[in-house]
């Protein structure tokens, strides 16, 4: 295979194998009245993923299972537990089963992600940004997908949505066993230590551009999570209680989730141009001012909101994956896998917090406002990326375009 049908494969792979990642928050009016979940639990259907990622990518990051093992097969397996929680989720009877199988399902993705970015980074040394850029561009569709099939899908049939998410990774496992190797600029595996993770973290580079990916993370997965309501509760501002809005607040929130992927295509294509921080920098500066602006357009008509979710929904994901290719340009070869899972626990385990603040920012300041709190993320993490920009292991990324 070539490098761009490889990626091709991946992309697809990774698009079909996160697909469980939003599939029970999809669904959550009817998860909480069929749990009976109290207010507020259903927060915990996203939530209970994140934990079980960070749990599940702290074991790989600490046992270096990323680089050691076959990636591909790594995420192969890892997909096809997703699909088999996602199930569980699908048939549970009551809150504690269901919890615990989106913890297994979070767990089971920490498998699927960073490995997939490993993947890419070893099939392409130039154009990095663009073909993990890609990547992240298919999981955001695979994110949104569910929103989609809960817009298709009557409310009475919300396990249908769950089994649909289930059947995607299925497919997602068997696409990642196409793809031939883990590439060739993949490093040879390197010996098991204890001490590895403790060095990538310590690495000056690596802990900003890390810094930098926890600014946008602050930002990011809240922002998923909860446009659905954002919009919900301002149409019923704008419409009257009366009016059932949850169908068009799922089509706006697949909509504004999935052309993410377009930001994530921009993002890679020009952060390989004309630097990952230069990048970085703008796009995070955009997303924090849409952050603080979108409680204007609160309780207006759509064709006023919706642009400026859209813009949003472009901007709030188009740095990402150039976090992951300055990390992988920044971190040791031999480590690679290890260093992106590494940034991806401590990212997702962030927006546990941010994912629970958002709806208690709500309560006190309303929903129109409740946005403005994920600002200072972007704000943090553009001072960390010119930080960066300034030393001289900078040079390493982009083929030297910072």
């Not at 046992?63 to 699909?83: E, K, M, P």
């Not at 357009?297 to 188009?318: D, E, Q, T």
Request: hydrophobic share 55%; aromatic share 8%; charged share 10%.
């Amino acid at each position: 295979m070539t490098p761009r049908r490889v990626l091709a494969v991946l992309a697809v792979a990774q698009l079909c194998g996160m697909a469980p990642w939003f599939s029970a928050s999809a669904v959550a009016p009817a998860l909480t009245a069929a749990w009976r979940l109290r207010p507020g639990g259903a927060a915990w259907l996203t939530i209970s993923v994140q934990l079980g990622f960070v749990a599940g990518a702290l074991v790989s990051a600490a046992l270096t299972l990323s680089d050691r093992w076959s990636a591909r097969r790594l995420a192969a397996a890892a997909s096809l537990g997703a699909a088999v929680a996602t199930l569980a989720v699908a048939f549970s009877r009551g809150p504690a089963v269901g919890i615990a199988a989106r913890v297994a399902t979070g767990a089971a993705l920490a498998g699927v992600y960073p490995p997939g970015m490993k993947i890419a980074a070893g099939w392409f040394r130039d154009g990095r940004g663009w073909a993990i850029g890609m990547l992240v561009g298919a999981l955001t569709v695979g994110s949104a997908a569910p929103h989609l099939m809960r817009w298709l899908v009557p409310a009475e049939a919300w396990r249908l949505v769950l089994v649909a998410a289930a059947v995607s990774a299925l497919l997602g496992a068997a696409l990642m066993l196409r793809v031939p190797s883990d590439g060739p600029y993949a490093a040879p595996s390197p010996p098991f230590s204890w001490t590895a993770a403790p060095r990538i973290l310590r690495d000056r580079a690596v802990l900003l551009a890390n810094a930098g990916y926890l600014g946008h993370m602050w930002e990011l997965y809240a922002m998923w999570t909860w446009t659905a309501s954002f919009v919900a509760a301002s149409e019923t501002v704008r419409r009257g209680a009366a009016e059932d809005v949850r169908g068009v607040a799922a089509l706006i929130t697949f909509c504004v989730v999935g052309i993410g992927a377009m930001g994530c295509w921009l993002g890679g294509r020009y952060a390989d141009r004309l630097g990952r921080t230069t990048v970085t920098s703008a796009a995070m500066a955009a997303s924090g001012a849409c952050a603080l602006a979108v409680g204007v357009a609160y309780g207006r008509p759509l064709w006023v909101l919706v642009p400026l979710l859209v813009v949003w929904g472009v901007a709030v994901i188009a740095d990402s994956a150039q976090f992951s290719a300055a990390v992988s340009e920044l971190a040791p070869a031999a480590y690679v896998g290890t260093a992106l899972t590494l940034q991806t626990s401590l990212g997702f385990l962030l927006t546990v917090a941010t994912i629970y603040l958002v709806p208690q920012a709500a309560r006190v300041l309303g929903w129109r406002w409740s946005m403005s709190i994920l600002a200072v993320g972007p704000a943090l993490g553009v001072w960390a990326m010119q930080a960066l920009k300034r030393r001289p292991e900078a040079l390493r990324m982009a083929g030297g375009r910072r």
